[in-house]
């Protein structure tokens, strides 16, 4: 795999990305598998659109004691709600909704700090 810097930020990448709409619908074990084959490839780099609750904890599990080993890149002002997908605009939704996300990718509660 060939890897290129992102950025400024000091991040190495795949070139080869893996976006979440295959994850969708599936169990935490083929989630799982799925992330094996990944880290087996080198992809190291995953964009994820959707804020669905049930996609996030799947993945979030799979990539439990080796989270260090991806880079996931969320979609701003996409939230969940009421057992949906929804953009937004408003700012307190926007927080509420990444920190969710980040809580349900990391197991734990995460706070946006200053954003």
């Not at 979440?20 to 994820?48: H, P, Q, T, W, Y």
């Not at 799947?58 to 949906?84: E, M, P, S, T």
């Amino acid at each position: 795999m060939k890897y290129r810097q992102l950025g400024r930020t000091g991040l190495s990448v795949s070139e080869v990305g893996v976006g979440c709409e295959g994850f969708v619908g599936k169990s935490a074990s083929e989630v799982r598998a799925l992330v094996d084959a990944m880290e087996d490839l080198g992809i190291n780099f995953m964009d994820f659109y959707s804020p669905d609750p049930a996609l996030l904890e799947n993945f979030g599990y799979a990539i439990a004691g080796r989270r260090d080993k991806f880079v996931l890149q969320q979609h701003l002002c996409a939230v969940w709600k009421n057992g949906q997908y929804l953009r937004t605009r408003n700012v307190e939704e926007t927080k509420r909704g990444f920190e969710e996300r980040l809580r349900l990718v990391r197991g734990c509660p995460v706070g946006l700090g200053g954003l």
